[in-house]
């Protein structure tokens, strides 16, 4: 078993102030893989007090200075790629495959992204007899998911980091071992003491500490639409900048005419990779009726050929979800939508045939799905694809937009057609016969998904402050 024992703060790797140690549980075979220590507010305190302290100095670096810093964690990443991949692999269940070929990959782009942003950024510009700056937020907490854990800490530290901000990372206690070794990639890149800290702890002890600090200048999340409200609320006691990436129910139009042979395996593929734990999977397919008969079928064929399998194996198939509650919340979705008249396809309750142990979820398609159930409404999380018929355009476009999320939507489809109503959908992302964002433009999402962005020029202005300067010497 793993062990990490030790807080990064200040340059050092430090002891917990009255922490309690916290085993990480392997999702594929429910037993104890990592072990670390929850730390407390007076972790907190001691991070937060190096990041103001290091703030005066970072923040005036130049941008040769950042810039040559993200190259030498860049090629740090890069190194230990394969650590990475498996300390992925190994606490939140995804195929050992998939990790090294798309969740490390995901974080070494954000830094990558970054370094291209950061060169062509323009930090200062002249209106009339005014100067306008961009200039570091501060000290910058940040608390971040299982789902895509590289991914979204690299979200944060790259732009926080070229931006001229000093702080402190919290990650998630389910998955904390990336973050662990991105703190010695950092240290090693030659990040000052102070500029960037790391304090392992559960949300209600450090990352509510964290929300709620008052030397804290803002506070980058990326969870639950729940946590994001608790963050919030914590921290409006102290106005500081609240940016954050929540929650997503994603809706698949699939246009009507549409070729589902050739458009639904790339839409689908949505929500069966990471098994279905992404914030954007396209699980909601809104059918038109003339169609609903044969998409069926379509997606039944495609979740049937999914294979479940260990994530120390190499290979395309899908792992476990990364814990008993999550495996939980899963079963109760799908056993809610049965009950409430829902047709099971393909997949449904309990584990896949042959396995005894682990938290592996039946890949399912669920038809007849209509606006009432709480599967077409709340997050799954799952390799779950529901479908739900509609009579025309006009309708589809109200059932997609029918929900309190905003993160994102897939179109299937004709591209030149599904281009006419991408700006009608309220979200944040709109894909057309795909379902992920490109890297470098921006991302987040509209209504209870969140504010603020993220990704290249995009997320390094949300980790900075603007500033006008009147009457300067010409």
């Not at 890149?189 to 209600?204: H, R």
């Not at 102290?238 to 395996?265: F, I, W």
């Not at 994530?311 to 109760?332: R, S, Y």
Request: hydrophobic share 40%; glycine share 10%.
């Amino acid at each position: 078993m793993q062990s990490y024992l030790k807080h990064y703060i200040d340059g050092a790797w430090v002891e917990s102030e009255g922490g309690r140690r916290h085993e990480v549980i392997d999702p594929s075979t429910e037993q104890p893989c990592t072990e670390i220590t929850l730390g407390t507010a007076a972790d907190v305190d001691k991070a937060v007090a190096a990041a103001k302290k290091a703030f005066a100095s970072w923040s005036q670096t130049s941008i040769e200075e950042r810039a040559a810093i993200l190259e030498k964690v860049i090629a740090g990443m890069k190194a230990r790629l394969p650590e990475l991949a498996a300390a992925t692999s190994r606490e939140m269940g995804a195929p050992i495959s998939f990790a090294q070929m798309a969740q490390v990959p995901a974080g070494l782009g954000h830094f990558m992204g970054t370094l291209a942003a950061l060169r062509e950024f323009k930090f200062s510009e002249q209106v009339g007899n005014s100067r306008v700056v961009h200039e570091p937020v501060g000290v910058v907490a940040m608390i971040t998911p299982w789902n895509w854990p590289l991914n979204q800490i690299c979200a944060k530290v790259a732009p926080a980091l070229a931006a001229g901000n000093t702080m402190i990372l919290k990650p998630s206690e389910e998955a904390p071992s990336n973050a662990l070794i991105l703190a010695e990639i950092l240290h090693d890149a030659g990040v000052p003491a102070g500029v960037f800290n790391l304090v392992n702890g559960d949300g209600p002890g450090v990352g509510a500490a964290l929300s709620g600090h008052k030397d804290v200048d803002m506070v980058s999340f990326t969870g639950s639409t729940r946590a994001g409200v608790a963050v919030a609320t914590a921290a409006a006691a102290t106005v500081k900048r609240v940016h954050q990436e929540l929650g997503g129910k994603a809706p698949n139009l699939v246009l009507e005419g549409a070729k589902l042979e050739e458009v639904l395996p790339p839409t689908l593929a949505g929500v069966i990779a990471n098994t279905g734990q992404s914030c954007i999977a396209p699980t909601r397919l809104l059918v038109h009726k003339s169609q609903v008969d044969a998409a069926t079928e379509v997606a039944k064929a495609i979740m049937e050929a999914t294979q479940v399998g260990n994530p120390e194996e190499q290979g395309a198939h899908i792992g476990p979800v990364v814990n008993k509650a999550q495996f939980e919340k899963i079963q109760g979705l799908i056993q809610s939508a049965l009950d409430e008249g829902a047709r099971l396809v393909t997949g449904g309750t309990g584990r896949p045939d042959g396995r005894n142990a682990g938290y592996f979820v039946k890949p399912t398609v669920l038809a007849d799905v209509t606006p009432e159930m709480r599967i077409y409404r709340e997050e799954t999380f799952g390799p779950v694809a529901t479908i739900t018929t509609y009579d025309d355009r006009d309708q589809a476009v109200e059932m997609a937009n029918d929900t309190e999320y905003g993160l994102s939507a897939t179109i299937s489809g004709d591209p030149a057609e599904a281009a006419k109503i991408a700006g009608k959908l309220r979200a944040g992302l709109v894909t057309i016969n795909s379902w992920g964002p490109t890297p470098g433009t921006a991302f987040g999402g509209y209504k209870q998904s969140g504010n603020g962005r993220e990704g290249g020029k995009y997320g390094l202005t949300d980790f900075m402050e603007v500033k006008t300067i009147v009457g300067e010497p010409a």
